[in-house]
């Protein structure tokens, strides 16, 4: 079975790229889809309805998306291989751009929307940077001149990055997308699937469930409006 992780902003279309994904192997994969979001999600019941796939969801609630995709993993990858799914579509709610869903043994999509702005890329850290191939959407809506900073953001966040370009909607330029997916190894030894790069450190009072605002009533990971460079490098 493959494994394909697909994350990214809110709204930067990952979904239409999963559709597309799906209707264009759907007659030589047997695919199994799984959601990962906060408090709601409809992709799941939407998908299962229009491919006939089975797919599931789960809320990660009071914990990061990436960090419970990361917790179910295993469970996903052992669901699907029940289902006789010889593909696995993973898609992270994204919201935490500090993490990365991505795995060994798996490819890693990072999709992102033309439209968010040409700086985009590098805001996205480590869920970009550790990325096999970056999907950027809505191509049709920004200028010529807006793609290509847009293309270069990406590289200067990684430069050995494949990026194609879409209208994820219609689907143009997905082709490039599909053959990588076609070309990624089948998973080898679930037992030793691991994250590619090592997650942020630390866990700071407010995740515990401390409300007074201000640093000084904090202790452990703090930040302060004024002092030092506390940009996570990581990876």
Same mark, same amino acid.
């Given at each position: +079975?493959?494994?394909?992780?697909?994350?990214?902003?809110?709204?930067?279309?990952k979904?239409?790229?999963?559709?597309?994904?799906?209707?264009a192997?759907?007659?030589?994969?047997?695919?199994?889809y799984?959601?990962?979001?906060?408090?709601?999600?409809?992709?799941?019941?939407?998908?299962?309805?229009?491919?006939?796939?089975?797919?599931r969801?789960v809320?990660?609630g009071?914990?990061?998306?990436?960090h419970a995709?990361? +917790?179910? +993993?295993?469970?996903?990858?052992?669901?699907?291989?029940?289902?006789?799914?010889?593909?696995?579509?993973?898609?992270?709610?994204?919201?935490?751009?500090r993490?990365?869903?991505?795995?060994?043994?798996?490819?890693?999509?990072?999709?992102?929307?033309?439209?968010?702005?040409?700086?985009t890329?590098?805001? +996205? =850290?480590?869920?970009?940077?550790?990325?096999d191939?970056?999907v950027?959407?809505?191509?049709?809506?920004?200028?010529?001149?807006?793609?290509?900073?847009?293309?270069?953001?990406i590289?200067?966040?990684?430069?050995r990055?494949?990026?194609?370009?879409?209208?994820a909607?219609?689907?143009?330029?997905m082709?490039?997308?599909?053959?990588?997916?076609?070309?990624?190894? =089948?998973?080898?030894?679930?037992?030793?699937?691991?994250?590619?790069?090592?997650?942020?450190?630390?866990?700071?009072?407010?995740?515990?469930?401390?409300?007074?605002?201000?640093?000084?009533?904090?202790?452990?990971?703090?930040?302060?409006?004024?002092?030092?460079?506390?940009?996570?490098?990581g990876?």
């Open positions: +079975m493959r494994l394909v992780v697909i994350a990214g902003p809110p709204s930067a279309g979904t239409a790229v999963v559709r597309q994904t799906i209707r192997l759907q007659d030589r994969y047997r695919i199994a799984l959601k990962i979001d906060v408090v709601r999600a409809f992709e799941d019941e939407e998908l299962a309805a229009e491919f006939g796939i089975p797919a969801k809320y990660s009071d914990l990061c998306p990436d995709g990361v +917790m179910v +993993m295993r469970d996903a990858i052992a669901w699907a291989g029940e289902e006789g799914a010889d593909l696995l579509l993973v898609e992270s709610a994204g919201l935490c751009l993490c990365s869903p991505y795995t060994t043994q798996g490819l890693g999509v990072a999709v992102l929307s033309a439209i968010s702005g040409t700086n890329p590098l805001k +996205m =850290a480590a869920m970009l940077a550790l990325a191939i970056a950027v959407t809505r191509i049709d809506l920004v200028s010529q001149a807006e793609k290509e900073v847009f293309r270069e953001r590289r200067e966040v990684n430069p990055l494949d990026i194609v370009e879409t209208n909607l219609q689907g143009t330029g082709r490039y997308l599909l053959r990588a997916i076609e070309d990624c190894p =089948a998973i080898t030894d679930p037992d030793a699937i691991v994250l590619r790069g090592a997650p942020p450190l630390g866990v700071c009072t407010i995740c515990i469930g401390k409300t007074e605002i201000g640093w000084q009533h904090h202790f452990g990971v703090i930040r302060r409006l004024e002092g030092a460079d506390y940009l996570y490098r990876d």
